[in-house]
């Protein structure tokens, strides 16, 4: 069975930074790419970082130059360092993991960040 626990939620001030993990079990970690997701009220949810099994990553533009995604395969955890975090970085945060034609979720971690 598949899970993944995100971890390190929680508030934040303006520029203000926040590490995020997630925690899989029941996967073979490091052939899976990671990706993280957020989901602010009323909005669709939205790509914010990916790491492939290869560790090459990407950003959305938003985030460019203030996350950094990483993986420990040996942990099987991926982390996402949140820095210069702004009012607009708040959103429920998932974790997802790819391997073909399998994708699963985890149950989300809020990110508040105050002005």
């Known amino acids: 069975q598949v899970q993944l626990v995100e971890s390190g939620g929680g508030l934040a001030q303006a520029g203000g930074s926040l590490r995020l993990s997630c925690a899989a079990s029941?996967?073979?970690?490091?052939?899976?790419?990671i990706n993280w997701y957020r989901q602010a009220p009323g909005k669709q949810r939205e790509l914010v970082a990916g790491i492939a099994a290869t560790g090459s990553t990407h950003y959305a533009d938003s985030v460019k130059g203030r996350f950094t995604i990483s993986r420990d395969n040996a942990k099987k955890t991926a982390y996402l360092q949140m820095n210069s975090l702004q009012p607009e970085d708040t959103a429920v945060y998932y974790c997802?993991?790819?391997?073909?034609?399998?994708?699963?979720w985890g149950q989300g971690t809020q990110v508040t960040v105050s002005s």
């Open positions: 029941g996967i073979t970690f490091s052939i899976n790419a």
């Open positions: 997802n993991a790819v391997y073909r034609a399998r994708s699963s």
